[in-house]
Structures are given as structure tokens and as C-alpha cells.
């Protein structure tokens, strides 16, 4: 990988933290709609609504441990290309400084 790598990276850690922003949403909707229906603060609609809940609940869940797996690999993608970037920026200012 070399540096001209980084902007594209950028761009897909971007959209998975997005991804990561709507699929934590969805667990809060989900929880909201078991909390109203335990509370039985909706009434009509309960079995329905309980499904709905819950599968929003799944589906945020395994978005988020969806986006936080991708972020991890692209931050470590991008830490490794900045650390060999500055590896070789160093030891390229050790040998201008010798006269090389």
C-alpha cells in the first residue's frame, strides 16, 4: 500500500462509521419499542410491533459489530501506511543529513 491509498480508506471508514451511527440508532428504536410495550404504554398492535423491535434490535446489533470489525481493519490498514511512511521519511532525513 502507499500513501495514495489513504484518501480512498479514508472514504470507507467514513461510510462504515456512518453505517455504524444508523445501526446503533436502530438498537435505540428497538429498545424504545420493547420499553413502550413493557411499560404498555402502546396497547394495540403489541405482537407486531414486538417483532418489529426486535428485529431492529438484531439488525443494529449486528451493524454495529459489522462496522466497528471494519473500522478496526481500516484504522490498522491506515496506522500500518502511516507508520512505514514515517519509517521511511526518518531514515530518508538520516541519510540527507550524512550527505547521501
Known amino acids: 500500500m502507499t500513501l495514495n491509498d489513504i484518501p480512498p480508506i479514508q472514504k470507507s471508514l467514513s461510510i462504515w462509521e456512518w453505517v455504524e451511527w444508523i445501526a446503533t440508532a436502530f438498537v435505540f428504536i428497538g ?18 410491533l414486538r417483532k418489529i423491535g426486535e428485529l431492529l434490535l438484531v439488525v443494529g446489533l449486528a451493524g454495529e459489530l459489522l462496522a466497528l470489525s471494519q ?6 490498514s491506515l496506522t500500518e501506511m502511516l507508520t512505514q511512511a514515517i519509517k521511511f521519511a526518518t531514515a530518508l532525513g538520516v541519510m540527507q543529513s550524512h550527505g547521501m
Open 31 to 48: 429498545v424504545a419499542i420493547e420499553v413502550a410495550i413493557n411499560r404498555r404504554i402502546i396497547k394495540q398492535r403489541r405482537v407486531c
Open 71 to 76: 473500522i478496526q481493519n481500516l484504522t490498522d
